[in-house]
């Protein structure tokens, strides 16, 4: 829709139709508490896991960003008139992303979750870089090379890992691509989505969950299979 109108403040967003209200405040709460929940069970424990100085530097300042993320979407929760308390995890009956049961094992495993999971979240972040709520696409355009570097992170320290183990440590990633893989196509929600339909009504988000699906499947194809010399499991 092209004349959808924009709202520039979180002050204006007030005089918002109460469905576009809603709108933001749903993707917002989701950021919230997904970006501190995947700091908590993944970021932060890496660190102990990096093997050298280097990559427990690198570590650092990535869960140094992820909780970054945390409280700039939860900063602007608040200015929208969000309780606090729904933007935490702990005090929210809001479960987080499924991928964050998985039990964090080894360096390795961490390395492929940033690598192809951060490239789910990249997808999700480029969908709002125009959206129609101002200060959630200034967020977006805030946060976008963060979340980049986040993922060319993870693909770089398994091109580390293959060429200092080779053909062992493929096995091994390949195990841990085979877990994630299909917990993280799920993270694009389901084809009816009406929650995804209200999002393109107002211009919140640009693209069917359909599509962009498809897309974070492609990407990640070039990237296991033409940069890590792995195959990329089937989904159904």
């Known amino acids: ?14 005089n918002a139709p109460e469905e576009f209200q809603t709108a933001c405040k749903k993707i ?10 995947g700091s908590r069970v993944f970021d932060e424990p890496a660190i102990a896991l990096a093997p050298t100085p280097y990559a427990k530097w690198l570590i650092c300042r990535v869960a140094m960003e992820e909780y970054g993320h945390h409280w700039r979407f939860f900063e602007l929760g608040r200015e929208m008139g969000i309780p606090p308390e729904k933007m935490l995890p702990e005090k929210t009956n809001k479960k987080p992303l499924n ?35 101002i200060p ?11 979340e980049r570097f986040h993922s060319e ?11 200092k183990q080779g053909d062992k440590a493929k096995a091994k990633l ?3 691509l085979d877990a994630l893989f299909p917990e993280m196509v799920k993270f694009f929600g389901g084809a009816d989505s009406k929650n995804n339909a209200i999002y393109r009504k107002w211009n919140i988000k640009k693209r069917t969950n359909e599509e962009m699906r498809e897309d974070y499947i492609r990407r990640a194809k070039e990237l296991v299979e033409g940069r890590f010399g792995l195959k990329l499991p089937a989904v159904h």
């Open 1 to 14: 829709m092209t004349d959808v109108p924009q709202f520039a403040t979180a002050e204006a967003l007030r």
């Open 28 to 37: 917002v709460i989701s950021h919230a508490i997904n970006e501190l929940y």
């Open 99 to 133: 991928i964050f049961a998985l039990p964090l094992e080894s360096w390795e495993q961490f390395c492929m979750i940033k690598a192809i999971g951060d490239l789910a979240e990249i997808l999700q972040v480029e969908d709002l870089i125009h959206c129609t709520f």
């Open 136 to 146: 959630l696409r200034n967020l977006a355009r805030m946060t976008m090379p963060e």
């Open 153 to 163: 992170f993870g693909i770089e320290m398994c091109e580390d890992i293959i060429a």
């Open 174 to 176: 390949q195990r841990y």
